[in-house]
């Protein structure tokens, strides 16, 4: 008797487990735009590997490296002098979204969603709090989200930052899942 209540309540567990679902994608998109006096910059990112579970855990993760400029010297600049990719190659956020019992993953709809958590740039951890949406249509999850940060905070000054890079960036993302 105590083997089968033993064995309920495992299986109860692994069935409470198996719940979870998980999206990911290994082609999200991160942008991310300055603006100054002197000039615009802007570069994107496609190569953003990130996970999404239905019990609002997050995660981001993308090479430096893998933004790309319009301007292959300011790519090169910003590599460099800025960010310090060979240093610092990666970036991640891990974080929840606090008012997941609000999104439905089985009914299409946009759900506005606040992700809380910690992103690490330039070997810098910081925490996070952003908004979003997150969309499910015909079974299919996207998350989007723009938040800005300071480039300070992360510890990113560079030699030529000045006038030339605003000390604030807007972060743009655009995740669709499989």
């Keep these: 008797m105590k083997y089968l209540l033993g064995m309920l309540i495992a299986l109860s567990a692994l069935a409470l487990t198996t719940d979870q679902k998980i999206y990911q994608t290994k082609s999200g998109k991160v942008s991310f735009f300055s603006s100054t006096l002197i000039e615009d910059i802007a570069a994107v990112n496609n190569q953003v590997d990130s996970k999404l579970s239905n019990n609002g855990q997050i995660i981001f993760q993308l090479a430096i490296r893998g933004f790309k400029f319009e301007n292959a010297t300011m790519q090169e600049h910003f590599n460099e002098n800025y960010m310090e990719s060979d240093k610092f190659p990666k ?15 089985d009914k299409d709809g946009t759900y506005k969603t606040t992700v809380t958590g910690e992103l690490e740039i330039h070997g810098v951890k910081q925490n996070v709090t952003a908004t979003g949406t997150i969309d499910v249509k015909a079974a299919n999850v996207a998350a989007k989200s723009s938040f800005k940060i300071k480039l300070a905070d992360y510890g990113i000054k560079g030699t030529l930052i000045g006038d030339k890079i605003a000390k604030e960036l807007t972060i743009t993302v655009n995740c669709k899942y499989d």
């Design 91 to 105: 970036a991640v956020f891990k974080g929840k979204i606090s008012n997941i019992a609000e999104v439905n993953f």
